[in-house]
């Protein structure tokens, strides 16, 4: 049972997708989740279209929905400004506050790469968000560029970022910068990025610079005593498992980090059975349907 509905965050109409369990009975409130996609996607990617309908399977609201700029949401296509995003994240647990099928004290927050960092950041500053669950995510902004830009490649990356801050200055004008030098993605997994129609593969230099001074590290000891699962492919050849390790040493319990031998940086797009089946006994166990 999935519904096609919107929501506003400062002034903005976002697009999202509401999944509710087929067994829920009137006047019942569930759990709910918040699912949000990685960075320029939308909610047709394989991530957190796998997340969605799984959740709702076992018997919880999700919410997928676009950030602003994102997808059909409204807003300066491609432009993704971390802490908007945060904000777009706490609007929308506001929205679904006001659901009928959801307990407003219940909704937990599930989000992949740079969603997973929104959702790191979201939860520190926001008590409502009930429990986290992030894949592939990270914790410093600059820490994770240098893993991605390494050599030369830096000096590009962050001559990149200045050139964007002039001409800005100079023309007031963005300077546009194509998706794969701002996050370097292997051609292997390329497909997933392009199974996904609605993802943006420009945008403007404002969008890494906001990443690059994005901290969720700093929050994320917040959370607690709320959950957090981490999860990371070992292997992750986008951002480096060693993000979700510093997430967890700054966390404080109750805390998971579990890095995944043989998957990669979509692997909840890939569906991985281990996976599946640790994601399933983490919410019994922290946040079942019903305590």
Request: net charge neutral.
């Amino acid at each position: 049972m999935t519904t096609q509905v919107s929501f506003v965050s400062d002034g903005l109409k976002l697009s999202a997708l509401l999944h509710v369990p087929p067994d829920l009975k009137p006047g019942e409130r569930r759990p709910a989740f918040i699912v949000m996609h990685g960075f320029g996607g939308s909610n047709q990617g394989g991530q957190g279209a796998w997340a969605a309908k799984a959740l709702a399977r076992w018997g919880y609201v999700c919410l997928q929905f676009e950030f602003r700029g994102c997808g059909d949401s409204e807003g300066e296509r491609g432009r993704l400004i971390c802490t908007e995003q945060v904000a777009d994240t706490s609007n929308a647990i506001s929205y679904l506050e006001g659901r009928a099928e959801v307990d407003p004290k219940r909704i937990a927050l599930c989000g992949s790469s740079l969603g997973a960092a929104v959702a790191i950041h979201a939860a520190g500053s926001d008590s409502r968000a009930a429990a986290v669950i992030s894949q592939g995510g990270w914790g410093n902004g600059e820490r994770k560029f240098r893993q991605q830009h390494q050599g030369p490649e830096w000096e590009r990356f962050m001559k990149q970022l200045t050139d964007g801050i002039r001409q800005r200055a100079a023309t007031g004008k963005s300077l546009m910068v194509p998706r794969y030098d701002i996050v370097p993605i292997p051609p292997r997994l390329r497909e997933y990025i392009s199974k996904d129609p609605k993802s943006s593969m420009e945008f403007p230099a404002e969008t890494p610079l906001s990443m690059f001074l994005f901290q969720p590290e700093e929050m994320i000891g917040r959370i607690s005593p709320r959950p957090v699962l981490l999860l990371h492919g070992a292997g992750d050849s986008v951002t480096p498992a060693a993000e979700s390790m510093e997430l967890f040493k700054r966390a404080r319990s109750p805390v998971e980090l579990h890095l995944i031998d043989g998957a990669d940086h979509f692997m909840f797009a890939e569906e991985n059975l281990r996976v599946v089946n640790l994601v399933h006994d983490w919410v019994d166990r922290y946040f079942p349907l019903k305590t």
